[in-house]
T-cell receptor
């Protein structure tokens, strides 16, 4: 079945460092891809999405590009802030059941001042 | 709009007890779902509903029941709690006509002893 694999955390960075969180997926067909963020004690919020190959999703300085050839959707940010400390989840929705989300295991990011 | 609300925030049960986790949304979304979040495993879909009177099983439905009598409410019932059901539970909703964004509630942390 479809699946999402994320790099294990925690990822610890200093403020203003460059962030990459790797995400790869396995899917039949052409899924839509998402990054969700979970701040401490809160539910998940959609950070960005891409619905077809070569699409770039972006929001709040974060970016991710849907790469069909490498089945990847890596999350990047050029300069992280302490307020970016959270757990980040990569997810996909299958073409034939676009309501359901399949999540990766999550990557915790800790940004130190 | 309150968005997606969940009650209670925390709950401790003894093995064999039953309880209902409440979920409500005020956005008139057709699709609602329940996920559980376990360490290192991301979120897994328990049950979902595409409208009042319609429910279906997700990836991990055993030990849980749902019903959808109104558009707004989607309660999750634990029939006989087991320690393996210790988890954080998230409810989510989305409009079927919208492009993909699911809105998550703040979660219920359940401990079964």
């Amino acid at each position: 079945g479809d699946s999402v694999t994320q790099m294990e955390g925690p990822v610890t960075l200093s403020e203003e460092a460059f962030l990459t969180i790797n995400c790869t997926y396995t899917a039949t067909g052409y899924p839509s891809l998402f990054w969700y963020v979970q701040y401490p004690g809160e539910g998940l919020q959609l950070l960005l999405k891409a619905t077809k190959a070569d699409d770039k999703g972006s929001n709040k300085g974060f970016e991710a590009t849907y790469r069909k050839e490498t089945t990847s959707f890596h999350l990047e940010k050029g300069s992280v802030q302490v307020s970016d400390s959270a757990v980040y989840f990569c997810a996909l929705s299958e073409m034939d059941s676009s309501y359901k989300l399949i999540f990766g295991s999550g990557t915790r990011l800790l940004v130190r001042p | 709009n309150a968005g997606v609300t969940q009650t209670p925030k925390f709950q401790v049960l003894k093995t064999g007890q039953s309880m209902t986790l409440q979920c409500a949304q005020d956005m008139n979304h057709e699709y609602m779902s329940w996920y559980r979040q376990d360490p290192g495993m991301g979120l897994r879909l328990i049950h979902y509903s595409v409208g009042a009177g319609i429910t279906d099983q997700g990836e991990v439905p055993n030990g849980y029941n749902v019903s959808r009598s109104t558009t707004e409410d989607f309660p999750l019932r634990l029939l006989s709690a087991a320690p393996s059901q210790t988890s954080v539970y998230f409810c989510a909703s989305r409009a079927i006509a919208e492009n993909y964004e699911q809105y998550f509630g703040p979660g219920t942390r359940l401990t079964v002893t």
